[in-house]
């Protein structure tokens, strides 16, 4: 049996498109596997922002991440191998994954080893580019709505069109709520399709003021933008119910960032604050959420919305691609060979 495999390697720190290499004899995981672990042949890769951003921070990236480092966090595969005390899938079984984005092993390789938090089973003939798109938005919208909703609520999600909020308008429809969300018209029909019941255009003028003006109050806020705070949080007393949450989903690694957030959460609301709730999240893994939503996936009730695909060879392609911030839908690169 090979001991080695092809995957996509990053030795250090760097733009992803200068460091990124194709490895052809990296170490191929293999069995004894330690409890709850599963060994996994990747089919589909499903690329996120935060695989490139993350290699991209210089030093900080050495203090967060395992180098060298294969990108990736989502995929599809089948199992291959399972550890002794695994009972719910095995070989041969097909399955969607996350990994944990700090460590070494990414999904841009052709075997990885899952913990029981990162994978759930799908059924047989399930789509495999479908599956690896759906890991970390699916699970990041999951997790930024179903705390803080029941069947009724209503739901506001800044940036609707993206990954996280395809997923977000789907998983809160499912879950019984009215949604409205924020987009441009380029982008109406799309939100529409997938369930939103309520379109503001972000584009035709001030986001805030519009709400303000709607006399909608909702359940929940979930701001997959990030920028928009501290405005958009601040007012939030007009457009959120007193003992409804914010929660902030979006947002780039930076002083500035970082200082809005402290000011939101910190300052009362004469002082810059806000009434609310302010919630910032981060994706964990969770066993019981993933076999959710490959749940879902599996009955139809969500879909993942597919820009373009990439055969493995054309992984910094993705990432170009990816970079260029205006995808319909997810990324997916093909590590299997298609015939």
Not at 2 to 11: D, G, H, L
Not at 119 to 126: G, I, R, V
Request: include cysteine; glycine fraction near 10%.
């Amino acid at each position: 049996m090979a001991t080695t495999m092809q995957a996509w390697q990053i030795a250090a720190p760097g733009t992803i498109e200068e460091s990124l290499k194709l490895i052809d004899n990296a170490v191929k995981p293999a069995p004894p596997l330690k409890k709850g672990q599963i060994l996994v042949e990747v089919v589909s890769a499903g690329l996120n922002p935060a695989d490139y951003k993350t290699v991209e921070m210089g030093l900080l990236s050495r203090a967060i991440l395992s180098f060298p480092k294969t990108p990736g966090m989502d995929l599809s595969g089948r199992v291959v191998a399972v550890a002794e005390d695994v009972n719910d899938v095995k070989a041969g079984d097909v399955v969607l994954v996350r990994l944990d984005p700090t460590k070494a092993q990414g999904a841009l390789s052709q075997y990885v080893v899952a913990e029981r938090a990162g994978y759930a089973l799908l059924p047989a003939d399930f789509d495999m580019d479908a599956a690896a798109g759906a890991p970390t938005t699916a699970l990041t919208a999951y997790q930024t709505i179903k705390p803080y909703v029941e069947k009724g609520s209503k739901v506001f999600i800044n940036g609707g069109s993206g990954g996280v909020g395809t997923f977000g308008i789907q998983i809160a429809k499912a879950l019984g709520c009215h949604v409205a969300v924020s987009c441009s018209l380029k982008k109406k029909e799309l939100c529409e399709s997938l369930g939103a019941d309520e379109i503001f255009d972000y584009k035709a003028g001030d986001l805030v003021t519009q709400l303000k003006q709607s006399g909608k109050v909702f359940d929940l806020v979930v701001d997959n933008v990030g920028s928009s705070l501290p405005g958009l949080y601040q007012q939030s007393k007009h457009y959120l119910k007193p003992e409804g949450a914010y929660v902030l989903v979006g947002g780039s690694a930076s002083l500035n960032s970082a200082k809005n957030v402290a000011m939101a959460k910190l300052l009362p609301s004469f002082l810059g604050g806000g009434r609310n709730k302010l919630v910032t999240y981060m994706t964990s893994n969770n066993h019981d959420d993933l076999v959710q939503i490959a749940e879902w996936l599996g009955q139809g009730a969500i879909k993942t919305i597919i820009d373009v695909t990439f055969e493995f060879e054309e992984a910094v392609q993705a990432f170009e691609h990816l970079k260029k911030g205006s995808s319909g839908g997810k990324v997916i690169v093909h590590v299997e060979k298609r015939t």
